[in-house]
């Protein structure tokens, strides 16, 4: 009888241990959500951010876990549609028990999303959106990975002007949230280190494939830079009417165009073509060559900066949870903030108390068609 006894006390004791904010989660495993699209125009970018979370999983798994505990990584595909983001985010909480989520991809897709984790008071870690409005939103469940489009432009900014002494600026960008923004963040650093206004500012829907308007404009501007605040499509399609308009201009981006899909869709139209990023595979690193190493095995293809966002959001997600010694999402929470100096495959990561990273950016360039390559132009 007291064994018996003993046992249903031990059980209770095992059942209290794992429950928290009245989450009951499985003692053999920890779940991750990802939240990414994985159809639709987007799918592209979903599917290679699917691929570095699921090979740092697998990495982790392979060392023995987290405590023991093996990572399960669960995915829904919200197809860069805000609406699907929310419910995947509430699935992934409620049904999956998920302990941290990663996710989305679009700016406009964790805006819509963020709240819900915060009401469940469990994290979500943004791999790639960019929008300067995620984490000044006082959301305290919210962390980035990739740097703000503020830092970004900056950086941007200040090579054009300084480095590639351009004088007249145009801005063409999409009309969504992290378009929006990232022309914000240009216009600012423009006006406020250089008072510099662009002569020309032209949106466009992220669906429209026809850019002969706002590109005749940046013609007649006479701008000798473009600040094209796209998606790799659009960019691309933007640059052969520019291309085919004989017009010979700047073009530079924020994040989007690190892309081989760019240079595929613009072919010569792009070459020159100028770009923020925070990951180039360039295995100047040993746990670069590692990761390369990893996922041209696992995947045949070498990782982009996509993949290496989103293997960093779950490699500092499990470094939390290890400090943690928890599966409670508040705890895991709690580290997460304290990240400071984690070194992440694309260099060292620490969130300021916004949940924002500190992080180095690169600046790349477009240098080949055939095969499509980009080099690091800066910092040399």
Not at 195 to 201: A, R
Not at 235 to 261: E, Y
Request: glycine share 8%; charged share 20%.
């Amino acid at each position: 009888m007291k064994r018996a006894v003993t046992r249903i006390v031990l059980a209770a004791l095992l059942a209290a241990t794992l429950l928290f904010g009245g989450i009951v989660y499985a003692a053999q495993e920890i779940t991750i959500g990802l939240v990414v699209p994985l159809t639709g125009g987007s799918a592209g970018p979903g599917i290679a951010l699917q691929q570095g979370t699921l090979l740092a999983a697998e990495r982790i798994n392979a060392k023995g876990g987290i405590n023991g505990m093996m990572i399960k990584v669960l995915s829904e595909d919200d197809e860069s549609n805000p609406v699907k983001t929310v419910n995947a985010v509430k699935k992934l909480i409620s049904v999956n028990k998920a302990v941290t989520i990663i996710g989305s991809n679009a700016s406009s897709c964790t805006l819509a999303a963020m709240d819900e984790a915060e009401k469940a008071k469990v994290p979500l870690i943004t791999p790639s959106s960019s929008s300067d409005e995620i984490t000044q939103l006082g959301n305290k469940f919210i962390f980035r990975v990739t740097a703000s489009n503020s830092t970004q432009a900056k950086a941007l900014v200040d090579y054009a002007v300084t480095t590639l002494k351009l004088k007249k600026y145009a801005i063409v960008h999409s009309s969504d949230d992290y378009g929006t923004n990232a022309m914000e963040a240009v216009v600012a650093r423009l006006a406020e280190k250089y008072n510099t206004k662009p002569v020309v500012i032209e949106a466009f829907q992220p669906k429209d494939r026809d850019f002969s308007s706002q590109m005749t404009k940046v013609k007649n501007s006479g701008a000798d830079g473009l600040f094209f605040l796209a998606m790799y499509d659009p960019a691309a399609l933007g640059a052969k009417t520019l291309h085919q308009m004989g017009c010979k201009v700047q073009i530079m981006g924020l994040g989007a165009l690190t892309d081989v899909r760019l240079v595929q869709l613009g072919g010569e139209a792009v070459l020159g073509t100028i770009n923020t990023q925070m990951y180039v595979p360039e295995g100047k690193t040993e746990d670069d060559k590692a990761f390369i190493k990893a996922f041209q095995a696992k995947y045949n293809v070498t990782p982009n900066y996509y993949a290496a966002l989103a293997y960093d959001s779950l490699m500092v997600a499990a470094d939390a949870i290890k400090r943690a010694g928890s599966l409670d999402p508040v705890k895991i929470r709690e580290e997460l903030a304290k990240t400071k100096d984690f070194q992440g495959i694309g260099g060292e990561l620490t969130f300021d108390p916004t949940g924002d990273v500190s992080r180095n950016v690169k600046i790349v360039k477009v240098v080949g068609v055939n095969p499509p390559s980009y080099e690091v132009i800066w910092p040399k």
